[in-house]
């Protein structure tokens, strides 16, 4: 069996966790009051000027000032303070899924709090006052308000203080309504899933598995190439935002659709080519879209599935690129429509 550029990373990494893990217990009893600042990991900036996709919301003065200029609006005057429905709040420049509202609680400081905001989706930076520490959208790098930690809220001891007018509330009823899936498979799911992360109107995106024959199948038994399932991304989309037609034409742009059962140093049917429709015009809108391809001279061997059980990936897998700080490297956009 050949081992693909992703498998050698992974198993990389999983030497490297070990020598980490062993660092780690070394520096524990020094770093036990750090834990408490902001993590060191690489600000995720770059996102702001590479993406082509993104196109940012219009803001009113107000929200400028907040946003763009790091200001703060009046404590009991945002309209999300006292907000007790269950839904999202979403950058209002980006509109990416920042905070849910499981997450939320009263701290009586007359803004939004928060005790844990969407895995990857908020950045944490050294405030310009040499204090506190700054939120940002990760996505967007827009002005969010302040974390606090150690102050007793909850059982997490965290608080994101956030200015409503930074934010956009998705309510669960309107979102579980007006949302469609999409499913693509393009070889590695990692870098599939950053390109997809980052359009505007996806509301989340995970890694997994899906074509196969076998139930609740691991990347390991994955990576044989013996389940049939291959790598994919679950999409959910707001189509009122962005039609599939959209994200199919990303898909087409940030993979070689033309590669046989592998991409690039992944190769294996693990890594194949796949739209996975969930409804006849997704099917329509896909074979429509690889008919233009082939006018334009590319052999597209990207099939077109029915939708069948999409198995969530590992942990570790998701939003892999925005974890580590990272490019994809074999997943990069060219332009094709
Ligand atoms: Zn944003």
Redesign the pocket.
């Known amino acids: 069996m050949p081992v693909s550029g992703k498998q050698s990373i992974v198993r990389i990494q999983e030497i490297i966790a070990v020598g980490l893990l062993l660092a780690h217990l070394l520096l524990l009893s020094a770093c036990t009051r750090n834990n408490l600042s902001f993590p060191a990991d690489t600000p995720r900036l770059i996102a702001q000027t590479e993406n082509r996709s993104m196109t940012y919301n219009k803001l009113s003065a107000d929200e400028e000032r907040v946003i763009v200029h790091k200001g703060t609006e009046q404590p009991f005057t945002g309209k999300y303070y006292l907000n007790k429905e269950k839904g999202s709040y979403l950058?209002?420049?980006?509109?990416?899924p920042?905070f849910r509202s499981s997450a939320k609680f009263e701290s009586g400081t007359g803004w939004p709090s928060f005790d844990d905001a969407i895995e990857g989706a908020v950045q944490q930076i050294p405030d310009a006052d040499g204090r506190r520490t700054e939120i940002v959208?990760?996505?967007?790098?827009?002005h969010l308000g302040h974390v606090f930690f150690s102050e007793g809220f909850t059982s997490k001891n965290v608080r994101h203080c956030v200015n409503s007018v930074s934010l956009n509330f998705l309510p669960e009823a309107v979102a579980a309504t007006q949302t469609e899936k999409a499913v693509f498979a393009g070889g590695c799911f990692w870098g599939v899933e950053y390109h997809f992360s980052k359009l505007k109107g996806v509301l989340s995106v995970k890694s997994g598995y899906t074509g196969g024959v076998t139930d609740h199948p691991s990347y390991k038994q994955v990576c044989t190439g013996t389940t049939g399932h291959a790598e994919a991304i679950e999409v959910v989309f707001d189509p009122s935002l962005v039609s599939y037609e959209t994200l199919a034409k990303l898909f087409f742009e940030i993979h070689d659709p033309t590669q046989l059962n592998r991409q690039g140093p992944d190769i294996g049917t693990q890594y194949r080519s796949a739209v996975f429709y969930t409804n006849e015009e997704q099917k329509k809108s896909a074979e429509k879209l690889i008919a233009v391809l082939k006018t334009k001279g590319f052999n597209v061997v990207t099939s077109v599935e029915k939708a069948a059980t999409f198995w969530d990936a590992e942990a570790y897998h998701q939003d892999y690129y925005q974890k580590n700080g990272h490019q994809p490297y074999c997943h990069i956009y060219q332009k094709r429509f």
Request: charged share 25%; with cysteine; proline share 0%.
């Open positions: 950058c209002r420049r980006c509109d990416a920042l959208c990760a996505q967007c790098g827009a």
